[in-house]
């Protein structure tokens, strides 16, 4: 063991969640164990989760992470947008580790070099590390995936700027190339449609949750081009949705639903959060 590793520091922790380890692991056990999921037809490859404030997603984000607990994987891979002012078309951290009051998560490195070897290869780029970035949509998702797997498992971290399919799509068959030999779970980090009112924001995340359930990634990109739907991570759920689809899935079932304003009352601008299961489904429909 060297004595030192280099560990992105925590940006957000007690503010977009607890700061508090034991006050954090009761919360989140509290969104597991409140989630009522459907009953899922097969196994778990990927979920989609939402990434705002524990606060205002967390409940929604117990539905996602309760239908991985099944899993026992040694590496996951969490893929999603990156919000910061970076240029680069694909990111992931510098460090070799992230931190949470949860503790350490070691980044899988040998997992991200292969990625990137792929991705020169299929994209003419590959993945661009940086150090001490600020983004949330990623690690919000860590301290739940900490509750879910109580032992020892690798990160493969990928932040996407260049929401593009061809660039997801990329994504998507580079990283079922990487996991496809590995025991992983698959997250995709998004929320849905933004500061709109309840009513508007329903019918506009009603519409891309059913582009998540076609399982037709390129429908996702049509939805948020012509302003049918919106989803911030996008690009992410559809490179999710291709790997996927490589990987054996044939099936994405939502959990659940609901918008920032179920949580504070006010309805006038909200913010859409959904949870979602992508199956490989033993059933034949």
Not at 7 to 35: F, N
Not at 82 to 91: K, S, T
Not at 92 to 119: Q, R
Not at 231 to 241: F, N, R
Request: charged share 20%.
């Amino acid at each position: 063991m060297s004595a030192t590793i280099n560990v992105r520091p925590s940006p957000i922790a007690g503010q977009w969640y607890e700061g508090d380890p034991k006050m954090l692991a009761r919360t989140i056990d509290e969104y597991l164990d409140h989630a009522r999921l459907p009953e899922l037809d097969g196994e778990v490859v990927a979920v989609i989760a939402p990434h705002a404030g524990h606060r205002y997603s967390g409940a929604v984000a117990g539905y996602a992470f309760a239908a991985l607990r099944e899993r026992k994987p040694n590496l996951v891979a969490v893929i999603s947008p990156m919000h910061q002012p970076y240029y680069e078309p694909l990111i992931t951290t510098a460090h070799d580790a992230y931190s949470t009051p949860l503790g350490n998560l070691p980044i899988d490195k040998d997992a991200l070099l292969e990625l990137d070897v792929i991705l020169k290869s299929e994209l003419g780029f590959g993945l661009s590390p940086v150090s001490h970035d600020m983004e949330h949509s990623l690690e919000i998702e860590l301290p739940f995936l900490q509750r879910i797997f109580q032992y020892e498992w690798k990160l493969l971290p990928i932040m996407v700027r260049a929401q593009e399919p061809r660039v997801a799509q990329g994504l998507g068959s580079a990283l079922a190339k990487v996991l496809g030999k590995r025991n992983f779970a698959l997250v995709a980090s998004t929320d849905l449609s933004h500061f709109y009112t309840q009513n508007i924001a329903n019918q506009l995340d009603a519409e891309m949750l059913k582009r998540f359930e076609s399982f037709d990634p390129d429908s996702i990109f049509e939805a948020e081009h012509s302003g049918k739907a919106f989803a911030c991570g996008h690009a992410a759920v559809a490179a999710v949705l291709w790997a996927s689809r490589e990987l054996g899935a044939n099936k994405v079932k939502v959990l659940h639903h609901a918008t920032s304003g179920d949580v504070t009352g006010d309805y006038s601008s909200v913010v859409g959060y959904g949870a979602a299961a992508v199956l490989k489904s033993v059933s034949s429909d």
